[in-house]
């Protein structure tokens, strides 16, 4: 006896899903729907790197010039000297930053660039023809973070202890404000590193502590052996 086949014993497929209009939804879109979290984080991760940098790019500043101010003072009291010193250690290490970073960053673009150069006829076959173009790195932009960022947290000793008379008082504001400066640095730098901020914090207070130390032991024992007072003006 042949099986009936008809529409009442016709085998019932699993209907595919459905958008919102009622059309049926593409297997091509089923599959790209779990990519689209990652595409975002991707984006998130490239802002935090640059948050990071500018964040040690502060920190960098602040340490340099506060020691510098500090084995200045080690050899001159005066008020104009640490003044001085400060200040011309912000403009030097700004600009030394950016050319720096400058350089560095156009050197990775030259390298970018040269790949995408590499691989633009293949991907002109593939209809994807200037997507290699994108997401090559600044090098104006990165110079210019990277120059504000130390000059930001150079100004922090320099503010706060350029401009105060008492050689006690001035050496002590420059040392309060960069110990808080540097926890803040090394806890932010943490943060977005996802690192402890106690330890890292600690870490870098710890470390622009020997370095304002250094400097100022130095420059003493410099004074010191060769009887150099450097006189203010």
Known sequence: MAPNLGSDHAPQFPSRPKHGDGEVADAGDIEAAPHDGPAGRVDYLARAQWLRAAVLGANDGLVSVASLMIGVGAVNGGT??????GLAGLVAGACSMAIGEF???????????AHSERGRACSEEAGGG???????????????????????????PLLSGGFLRPWAAR?????????????????????????????SGARV???????????????KMFSLAFKTQVMSA
Do not use: H, K, N
Request: hydrophobic share 60%.
């Open 171 to 199: 050496v002590a504001a420059v040392c309060a404000s960069s110990s808080l400066g540097l926890a803040g640095f090394g806890a932010a730098g943490a943060y977005l590193g996802g690192a402890s901020a106690v330890r």
């Open 205 to 219: 207070l710890l470390g622009g502590w020997l370095a304002m130390a250094v400097t100022f032991a130095v420059l």
């Open 130 to 156: 200037g997507e290699g173009e994108e997401g090559l790195p600044s090098p104006a932009q990165a110079a210019a973070a990277s120059a504000l960022a130390f000059a930001a947290g150079a100004a922090l």
């Open 80 to 85: 104009r000297a640490m003044l001085v010193s």
């Open 103 to 113: 350089v560095s960053v156009y050197a990775q673009y030259d390298i970018q660039v």
